[in-house]
């Protein structure tokens, strides 16, 4: 968890203490029966967990990366959970009927850049796809070498926000 999302909870907690602690004064002075003072303190509490716990997962956007030398095109649903980010999307299959399912992590780097671990899988050619893709972004220019376990390597180049109707076209086919 990241410091500003932990800062978050512990607020949220203080929180919830203090209006515990004001509806107990309020019930010491009324006559407020102890099932109501208990359901209120849940209601409180409820209220602000739930802000922290949409505070830790944020969406980010859909974004889309070319696999250079490939004419393949990545789209990515990033979602941010405290340090890390979930990627889920899909492999435009150079632009054939088929989508491949991605779904993978990133995370910062030591030295600050961003190393993602994509799993994809679907059916290519009436066979079925499973594969991995790892790459090491540059965080200016989200751009960085990726290889998969095939022995593949190139430059995943960001393309930006991903169109929303579809794929984004790629560079024009070339057979791996």
């Known amino acids: 968890m990241n410091r500003q999302a932990r800062s978050r909870e ?3 907690v203080k929180q919830i203490r203090d209006a515990a602690k ?3 004064k309020r019930s010491e002075c009324t006559m407020f029966p102890k099932a109501i003072k208990g359901l209120l303190i849940l209601a409180v509490a409820i209220t602000f967990m739930g802000m922290v ?3 830790q997962a944020q969406e980010l956007g859909r974004f889309a990366w070319n696999l250079d030398p490939f004419c393949d095109v990545l789209e990515l649903q990033v979602t941010q959970h405290g340090g890390a980010f979930a990627l889920n999307g899909s492999d435009d299959n150079c632009g054939s ?3 491949l399912m991605l779904t993978g992590t990133a ?3 030591p030295d600050g850049s961003i190393h993602l671990g994509i799993t994809l899988n679907g059916i290519f050619n009436e066979a079925t796809v499973i594969g991995h893709v790892h790459a090491i972004l540059d965080p200016t220019t989200l751009s960085g070498p990726w290889s998969d376990d095939l022995g593949s390597t190139g430059t995943m180049v ?3 926000p991903a169109a929303p109707t579809g794929p984004l076209s790629g560079k024009p ?3 791996r």
Do not use: N, R, W
Request: net charge negative.
């Open 10 to 12: 512990v607020i949220a």
């Open 22 to 24: 004001q509806i107990k």
């Open 53 to 55: 716990h949409s505070a």
């Open 97 to 99: 009927d088929t989508l």
């Open 107 to 109: 995370e910062s780097g």
């Open 158 to 160: 960001f393309l930006g």
């Open 173 to 175: 086919y070339m057979a």
